[in-house]
């Protein structure tokens, strides 16, 4: 059974910094591209960014490229995604995913991801 167990989120200030991780089991981690996604209140879900199985190929939404950074650890079957100059328009539930495919996260999110977290709330106040 495939698990993904986001943590580290938090109410934060504007301005500052925070890591999420996510934590995988039941699957060959290192086979399978990964994504952070979020959705805001009232709003869709949107992705974040992705990375590929062996983290040598990133991805990231426009509106946090040079602020956020994704990255993994396949020893440890952990994604993580660091956050700093966060806005209080980051604010949302973040979510991890999974997916054996390279193209979905390419196509930043488009088709639906093999493998979802519950996700973590990240609240940033102005």
């Known amino acids: 059974q495939v698990q993904l167990v986001e943590s580290g989120g938090k109410l934060v200030q504007a301005g500052g910094s925070l890591r999420l991780s996510c934590a995988a089991s039941g699957l060959a981690f290192s086979t399978y591209s990964m994504a952070w996604f979020r959705q805001a209140p009232g709003k869709e879900r949107e992705f974040v960014a992705g990375?590929?199985?062996?983290?040598?190929?990133?991805y990231y939404a426009d509106s946090v490229k040079g602020r956020f950074t994704i990255s993994r650890d396949n020893a440890k079957n952990t994604v993580y995604l660091q956050m700093n100059s966060l806005k209080p328009e980051d604010t949302a539930v973040y979510y991890c995913a999974a997916d054996p495919s390279t193209w979905k996260i390419a196509a930043m999110g488009r088709g639906a991801m093999a493998y979802w977290g519950k996700g973590t709330l990240v609240t940033v106040s102005d």
């Open positions: 990375i590929t199985g062996s983290g040598s190929t990133t």
